[in-house]
């Protein structure tokens, strides 16, 4: 099954833009996925176990590097959105 999944980041800082730069980065990592990234949020589409487990694993990451943030996620299964 394909899953559209539209998340926002936003991080408890002063310094916001270097965290949601460095999640960005991190789930364009994962070749098979279709990442588009817009000005309030980002776009994953693709299998959805694939696209679950990216998302999950990337917001681990950041948790990790960047601390505090807040995520607002939009999962819409069997939906292709772009």
């Known amino acids: ?10 991080p408890n800082r002063e310094d916001f833009i270097p965290p949601i ?10 070749d098979n996925l279709k990442v588009t ?6 776009v994953v589409q693709g299998n959805f176990d694939q696209a679950m487990s990216a ?3 990337t917001v681990a990451e950041c948790y990790r590097e960047f601390n505090m943030a ?3 996620a939009k999962i819409i299964p069997g939906y292709e959105a772009l």
Do not use: A, H, L, R
């Open 37 to 42: 990234t817009f000005p309030t949020s980002t």
């Open 1 to 10: 099954m394909q899953v559209t999944i539209d998340i926002s980041m936003y």
């Open 55 to 57: 998302v999950q694993d």
């Open 70 to 72: 807040i995520y607002v």
């Open 21 to 30: 730069e460095g999640f960005i980065e991190k789930i364009n990592k994962f």
